[in-house]
């Protein structure tokens, strides 16, 4: 079983950055692969980042360029970096575990970027 605690959302400017941060309940590197996933009003999830327990990243190609996602290891953290935001990243972020062949999910946290 893995808990995951997202923060860091909020309301920003278009062009602006934001960090989000997802502490997990487990050794994070003990985990598959941790990631960030989006939601957007009437959509469906969609992969924003993912990173492997072996540091391999794989990026949605609307954010690449502009979204990094890393961890801490002693925090047992999370994070995803957003600079140059904008107005379609709107959605609810949510923090990602696979591990053992099972999916775990945050709550989400709401990023809104205004125009």
């Known amino acids: 079983q893995v808990q995951l605690v997202e923060s860091g959302g909020g309301l920003v400017q278009a062009g602006g950055s934001l960090r989000l941060s997802c502490v997990t309940s487990?050794?994070?590197?003990?985990?598959?692969?941790m990631g960030w996933y989006r939601q957007a009003p009437g959509k469906q999830r969609d992969l924003v980042a993912t990173l492997t327990r072996g540091g391999n990243t794989n990026y949605a190609d609307s954010v690449k360029g502009r979204f990094t996602i890393s961890r801490e290891n002693a925090r047992d953290t999370l994070y995803l970096q957003m600079n140059d935001l904008k107005p379609e990243d709107t959605a609810v972020y949510y923090c990602?575990?696979?591990?053992?062949?099972?999916?775990?999910w945050g709550q989400g946290t709401q990023v809104t970027v205004s125009s």
């Open positions: 990602n575990a696979y591990n053992d062949y099972r999916n775990y």
């Open positions: 487990k050794r994070i590197l003990s985990i598959d692969r």
